[in-house]
């Protein structure tokens, strides 16, 4: 009779048995086919009840160990000899998450925003509206695309502000650009080439890359990418930032824009990426109309996150497709759930619709032109207008900076990192063979703190 | 000199003018390389001032309608005739999205659970608090895996309910299992074949599918997928939901589990994923240890979800990966964001860390059972013990009804369907061909309205 020691630990009788008589059977010391005791036997000899015996059997039973014949009883299940079967290696989980680069004193190569400009007292008050009124359009399920309310804030929107006309259907709602761009090359295929702008945001390489679709690059221009190295690609999806480009700040003419529309319309397969990720931060003049906006066509997909414009832990991005490529996507791959919680996605609606959106991006402008303004004067003074040259200021958080150096990109980059600044060069975002030696620096001043700024440009003189 | 008509609409001076030559440039009607009128004789021509006209040809300048020369002033841009040109066909947009199917007075055929269940007021609480307490975590950029409050607490909530002991690095947080899928793919790549259980979740096929990977199947027997069929696919992954699967709500006994292991541990590039979606329902005895607590070897990717457990609306599933794909995912792929806002990885961290999933749980799993209980007094009552057998009900929110019917699962679904009773059979979850007619029916209990189920069996009682 099967007898243990029950008085050891503080787990319950009925868990005590049920692992005591599981280790047994993985250990082999009960054999496959065996009989058990009666549960009324087991229990008599355990002096616990019959009911725990049975919940323990019964688990026993769940889980495999034991199999049970109508009026026959229980008996040991034949496992085989394969839980004693060595596994193939240790186990000792030596895993890391990578750390962040380390902190230094500026980081000009960092285009994060300044977290401390989040609209948080208004976002918390309208979620908390949210939570409180909203409670059964909270728990309904979005439509793949997300909520209907979303969708025609983010149209509403780029009707006054971008200038695109759109049905809310074409709209659809992900968790951040990178899910959106493996959407899209789940909708468009992999049997497209992609192009990218070189120089360019080198993690979209890596994106395309990871989704199994062939990426190629095409060299820029003074106007932004070359329609002759694009054609040469043989890429049909162009992938490019006409209002801004990154990091050369290029802003697309009307002409290169009908030029590259134009190609787009030359056959079928083609399609413009337009990505417009910080169009909302022109500091100068009127934001220049999106490219999507003189499709006539329907050719041009348009991307835009809030995940930049407000906070990057707020994951929520847009695209808005051409018709055929919304019926496609509604077709293809409804089946796919919105990734945004219904919660940020109607709280984000209200704070659209209510107006707050507009007046943070007004307020943000207003405060980064200043920046500017008192960035662009420490450079002159510091330097006393010798020795470098702006290049590209007016459209976006980052301007760049060609010095006059007989340094090395490289060796004057290692000599700032030693005295705390990180800076990133043109060249360090060409993809291929980068040009030879610009010295043209990418200062994102979005990230800077403004009172030590002349401290940083000070070092940067002096080692020239 | 150029004249406008300014005095129609509502916009301003500014942008009339800008707007006007737009439109001439466009249009031809200025021609390329022409000169423009100077500032001030335009000011005076169509009397407005000259930092009016300044704005406007500065803005026309940026988007390349014109450009200056120093001292010279400004010309017309050529851009081509490629505006005139006809895009490829009128636009219509004509985009519908696709409409969830008419909703019927039963639907036993969705598996969605009451959204009168979620703990509203809790979660509330507990996001207000975040919002309130966490200003400045709530900001900081999450790691690409997710919040470490959060991986932690998933990691202490396996431990305890689960049986399975891992490193929170090991945990990988994203914007729902059909995300993660997509992640795993990208991460063991698609040279790999993917096998599913048949009959299963067939939208696993399609979410393979559309990333690129090959997916086949295996049959099952009595104790799930079939060893020597998972062999003859090809796969070196198998996608199993070992706890409960669905449709057929087998549990997978011990002895298969160990050769499901020991065929993953045969060969380096094997791995099993084990889809635990909703093992926190099991409503008989003790919850089964997961798979992932039995494999030594480290083959084992653990994968589960709140999106079932709480509420589909909120968007947070996570994987265990094993050491060397954590290892791997963290070289390869964490230059990808973590899907979810860090406001909702907070607030889960607290829900779950502050007891209240457990809670949720337990409570969930009591109301459960007493469904289920009048759910099986209704059917025993309603058939007076004939015609019918129940299958695998102790597993999960659904069961199987087996019919004694001449209909065959077509034409009894159908006529069904005019009472306004949705139901699936069994057949419906096969891939490739469906063995012959079972008369198996899935009852999704979890979203049936129960004061109106004997309506509903007695329907379906008269059919037969």
């Known amino acids: ?34 009989k058990m005791p009666s549960k ?11 009911v725990t015996v049975e ?6 039973v769940s889980e495999g160990y034991l199999y049970s014949r109508a009026r026959r009883g229980y008996f040991v299940s034949d496992i085989g000899d394969l839980e004693r079967r060595k596994p193939p290696k240790p186990v000792s989980r030596d895993i890391r998450i990578p750390e962040e680069a380390p902190g230094l004193l500026f980081d000009f190569s960092s285009n994060r925003t300044e977290r401390e400009h989040f609209p948080f007292s208004v976002w918390a008050r309208l979620m908390r509206e949210v939570i409180s009124l909203r409670e059964q359009d909270l728990l309904v399920k979005a439509p793949c695309s997300g909520v209907d309310e979303l969708r025609q804030a983010i ?9 695109i006309n759109v049905d809310p259907a074409q709209v659809i709602v992900g968790a951040g650009t990178e899910y959106l761009y ?31 679709a062939p990426c190629v690059y095409a060299g820029l221009d003074e106007q932004g ?5 694009l054609r040469s690609s043989g890429a049909s999806i162009a992938h490019i930032s006409p209002t801004h480009h990154f990091p050369t700040g290029i802003t697309m003419p009307a002409a290169r824009r009908y030029e590259l529309l134009a190609w787009a319309y030359e056959s079928q397969d083609r399609y413009i990426i337009e990505d417009d990720y910080d169009s909302e931060f022109r500091l100068s003049g009127k934001p220049i109309p999106a490219l999507a906006s003189m499709d006539a066509g329907d050719r041009v997909i348009y991307m ?72 662009l004067e420490v450079i002159r003074e510091v330097f006393d207008g010798k020795d470098y040259r702006i290049l590209e200021k007016d459209s976006g958080l980052h301007m760049i900076l ?48 403004i009172e030590s700024f002349p401290y940083a440009m000070k070092a940067i003189r002096e080692l020239l």
């Not at 009324?40 to 019959?50: E, F, H, M």
């Open 155 to 163: 149209t509403d929107h780029l009707a006054s502000f971008r200038g």
């Open 55 to 60: 919940h323990a059997y019964d688990q026993l």
């Open 40 to 50: 009324r036997a087991l229990a008599q000899n355990l002096n616990v009840s019959i």
């Open 1 to 34: 009779m099967l007898t243990y020691d029950l008085t050891g630990t503080k787990d319950s009788l009925y868990k005590q048995i049920y692992q005591n008589i599981r280790e047994d059977v993985r250990s082999g010391k009960l054999s496959a086919h065996e």
């Open 304 to 375: 835009n996150t809030f995940s930049k414009s407000l906070t990057s832990t707020i994951r929520i991005s847009y695209m808005v497709l051409p018709e055929n490529l919304a019926n496609l996507f509604y077709k293809k791959l409804s089946f796919y759930s919105c990734t945004v919680s219904t919660f940020e996605q109607y709280t984000l609606a209200a704070f659209i619709s209510q107006g707050y959106f507009e007046k943070h991006i007004n307020r943000m402008r207003r405060y980064y032109r200043k920046k500017r303004e008192k960035i």
């Open 182 to 212: 493996s959407l899209l090359v789940k909708l468009i295929g992999t049997d497209s080439i992609y192009c990218i702008e070189n120089p360019g945001y080198r993690k979209l390489m890596k994106i395309y890359d990871s989704n199994g």
């Open 402 to 449: 060609e010095f006059n150096t007989n340094f090395s990109d490289r060796d004057l980059k290692a000599k700032l990192e030693e005295k705390q600044i990180r800076i990133a060069t043109v060249s360090d975002y060409y993809m291929g063979e980068a040009p030879e030696e610009t010295h043209q620096f990418l200062l994102n001043y979005s990230n800077i703190d």
């Open 225 to 229: 990418i070359r329609i002759d190295q």
